[in-house]
């Protein structure tokens, strides 16, 4: 169809289409995710890689491309040379072989394509397992083939995430503060700050009473927990999208709360306070508020943007819940 005869209606539609509808996974989003879990599953029975280690790695690669599409089912991206080999373009197993390259076929149709998602699968399962089945090897074989402590760290998080979830399809969220207490907040992002110099207001301020349960937003792994000279006590939890969530001020955490530990959304994980802008334990400098930030890592670099519209979307969430 040429762009003339395109039908209006059709382009209506289509901008329809564009806006965000704020619901929660639809069919198609099942579907994606029943697909993806039966080639994990699958690449499992070829190899002996636990799904959940396989599924880790194709979720962060997902992360990490600005061109992945909506139904795109496997995201991992083997690069060529490493793929085929010095020099090589077929994908003939044997002359890929021949050359040093990886690329392997994983679906029997005599071809390793570097485009096909089964392939991609079966061939990163068998560069992971070559160093063997353990935790600690697959910790091994990332570092070799990401080089980055970051990456490694969070592939291995968003594997114990599915593992101890048992699923992929982790889209549940919740907002960060208890909702059946009193709290209140706008759109703060980019306000200038005086305290510490020309400092940009980097997330959103939830002002609540002192002690109000603050809760964990999403599934995730906690990575950062401790006093700060601006955020006082905070705890940083890291979910399997590679976002950073950062909560601060806090009065406390919840007892027992470790580095290191599982939380999915709703988990209380400490109470509103106003610690911060002083020496550990300095507290009462501003109103008690819950300071959130939300921070991306896209494998080399990480930057904040604005919690906010996330904020309204999971508020929506969380009393549609209750
Ligand atoms: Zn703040």
């Not at 114990?160 to 889209?171: A, S």
């Not at 999971?314 to 819940?321: G, I, L, P, V």
Request: net charge neutral.
């Amino acid at each position: 169809m040429t762009y003339k005869s395109f039908p209006l209606f059709l382009f209506s539609f289509s901008l329809i289409c564009l806006f965000p509808t704020f619901t929660s996974a639809n069919d198609n989003d099942e579907n994606i995710y029943d697909k993806r879990m039966a080639l994990y599953k699958k690449t499992e029975a070829l190899t002996e890689i636990p799904w959940y280690f396989i599924a880790a790695v194709d979720q962060y690669e997902r992360q990490i491309y600005k061109d992945i599409e909506d139904d795109q089912v496997i995201s991992i991206r083997i690069p060529p040379e490493l793929w085929f080999g010095p020099g090589n373009d077929s994908m003939d197993e044997n002359a890929i072989k021949l050359l040093g390259g990886i690329g392997k076929d994983g679906n029997g149709d005599k071809k390793a394509d570097p485009d096909n998602g089964e392939d991609v699968l079966f061939t990163m399962a068998l560069y992971i397992t070559s160093y063997g089945y353990s935790a600690e090897d697959f910790k091994i074989a990332l570092w070799n083939y990401y080089k980055r402590d970051l990456t490694v760290q969070t592939i291995k998080n968003t594997a114990r995430v599915f593992k101890k979830f048992n699923g992929i399809n982790l889209t549940d969220r919740d907002f960060p503060v208890a909702i059946n207490y009193n709290y209140s907040y706008r759109n703060t992002w980019g306000d200038r700050r005086g305290f510490g110099g020309n400092r940009i207001h980097e997330g959103t301020d939830i002002f609540a009473g002192y002690g109000t349960p603050v809760h964990s937003t999403t599934y995730g792994v906690v990575e950062l927990k401790g006093w700060n000279l601006y955020g006082g006590w905070r705890i940083g939890i890291r979910d399997i999208y590679n976002i950073y969530h950062y909560y601060a001020h806090l009065s406390g955490f919840q007892d027992g709360l470790k580095v290191g530990q599982i939380v999915k959304p709703g988990d209380v994980i400490g109470s509103v306070g106003s610690t911060g802008y002083g020496p550990p334990g300095t507290s009462g400098k501003f109103p008690p508020h819950l300071h959130y930030g939300m921070y991306k890592d896209n494998g080399y670099s990480e930057w904040s943007f604005d919690p906010y519209p996330y904020l309204r979307k999971w508020e929506r969430m969380t009393k549609n819940k209750d």
